[in-house]
């Protein structure tokens, strides 16, 4: 199972909007709407941020979104904050009972 | 509040074995699905392995099929990862997480345990 592909970097301006994609295949974003988000500043552990492609567990900020569209799936952040800055990886569930990871982004705000 | 405390890592040779264990609290053990995923230094996340909440089911990544084997002691509130023959590659930090298999997500995550493969 290949890992889903992320850009390796994104960046913006406080307050700006920034969007993360997340391509896999038909066998896994494509076929499932359980792909998630995870957020994870440097040296802590993963923090889910969006999960069922566009749900927000509680007290995760609004600014922060998810949509799919075919093989692809993508994270919002809006109205970027200095805090926003970290990896993020998506996730999906697969056809072969698995889970596969994006390569991550990471996040700067300049 | 729910608590993930993994335990058990450290420095073995190559081919060598060692257990991971994860202590749950803090919510109904035995509902809940659990993951192993890890992360070799500077690198990504990779899933490992995922058991169902009775233990009854469960599923392994091709990188480790066949040398790990997930399990859990619902008893115990407590996640197991027997490792054997160990490669140089499976150096990485290992997090316990927790999931529902019908939601497909990671919700709570432990702040994991280190394994260094050397010799």
């Known amino acids: 199972q290949s890992a889903l592909t992320q850009p390796p970097s994104v960046s913006g301006s406080p307050g700006q909007s920034v969007t993360i994609s997340c391509t896999g295949t038909s066998s896994d974003v494509g076929s499932y709407n359980r792909v998630s988000w995870y957020q994870q500043p440097p040296g802590t552990a993963p923090k889910l941020m969006i999960y069922e492609v566009t749900n927000r567990p509680s007290g995760v900020p609004d600014r922060f979104s998810g949509s799919k569209s075919g093989n692809t799936a993508s994270l919002t952040i809006s109205g970027l904050q200095a805090e926003d800055e970290a990896d993020y990886y998506c996730?999906?569930?697969?056809?072969?009972?698995?889970?596969?990871f994006g390569g991550g982004t990471k996040v700067t705000v300049v | 509040q729910v608590q993930l405390v993994e335990s058990g890592g450290g420095v073995v040779q190559p081919g060598g074995s060692l257990t991971l264990s994860c202590a749950a609290s803090?919510?109904?053990?035995?509902?809940?699905?659990m993951h192993w995923v890890r992360q070799a230094p500077g690198k990504g996340l990779e899933w490992v392995a995922f058991?169902?909440?009775?233990?009854?089911?469960?599923s392994h990544a091709d990188s480790v099929k066949g040398r790990f084997t997930i399990s859990r002691d619902n008893s115990k509130n407590t996640l197991y990862l027997q490792m054997n023959s160990l490669r140089v590659e499976d150096t990485a930090v290992y997090y316990c997480?927790?999931?529902?298999?019908?939601?497909?997500?990671?919700?709570?995550w432990g702040q994991g345990t280190l394994v260094a493969v050397s010799s």
């Open positions: 058991i169902r909440y009775d233990g009854s089911y469960q």
């Open positions: 997480a927790r999931g529902l298999m019908l939601r497909g997500d990671f919700d709570y």
């Open positions: 996730s999906s569930y697969t056809s072969s009972s698995t889970w596969v």
């Open positions: 803090g919510f109904t053990f035995s509902s809940y699905g």
